[in-house]
């Protein structure tokens, strides 16, 4: 993932939803929100805390709400990006600067300002257990020290490789991301470690 400096540096690299990427951080910049940098794009705080965000894809531009799923969402306008993943996190997207409706848009980030203001979230799962999949737990048994630096890190850090694992959906996927966890469990280094 590139690093950007700013929400600038950002936009210009996204060159082809430039106009559309303006014209949303326009309309994000009218609120009390403030703009910083996180997970390498445009994301948008109050008091510290993410609300929203902006992100650009090959096919379209998307804000993302952290507590959507809190939003009324009268006009049917969010999607969960990953169903059985997301818990709250929800995206409005975009397929060209035509779509943009600055009032309604305006609106549904007023409305995920009070929510956050009224302390809306979702509070992650405790105490939920650790399933590793069968692939990883036959690895780790042909290799001790994999096992002995895997049972170093946190059960909150050794279920987000398994996690990473499980997501996968084919073959080839899953094992890429079996030889990439295998190097940062060696190297001591958990999966979200960058973005923290």
Do not use: H
């Amino acid at each position: 993932m590139k690093k950007f400096k700013t929400a600038d540096d950002y936009i210009l690299v996204k060159s082809q939803w430039e106009k559309t990427l303006n014209q949303l951080r326009k309309i994000i910049l009218s609120t009390e929100l403030t703009e910083t940098l996180k997970w390498g794009m445009p994301t948008y705080t109050l008091d510290g805390i993410n609300v929203a965000g902006l992100v650009a894809f090959k096919s379209f531009v998307a804000i993302w709400f952290l507590n959507g799923v809190f939003l009324k969402d009268k006009q049917k306008k969010l999607i969960n990006a990953q169903e059985g993943v997301t818990k709250a996190l929800r995206q409005w997207r975009f397929s060209s600067v035509d779509e943009i409706e600055p009032e309604l848009i305006k609106a549904y980030i007023d409305e995920a300002i009070n929510n956050q203001q009224a302390g809306k979230t979702i509070k992650p799962a405790k105490n939920k257990p650790l399933i590793i999949p069968e692939l990883l737990a036959d690895v780790l048994v042909k290799k001790p020290k994999l096992k002995d630096c895997f049972r170093q890190f946190s059960l909150s850090k050794q279920r987000e490789f398994a996690d990473y694992l499980v997501q996968a959906k084919k073959e080839a996927t899953i094992i890429r991301r079996l030889a990439k966890i295998e190097a940062l469990i060696l190297a001591k280094i958990g999966l979200n470690d960058k973005y923290k």
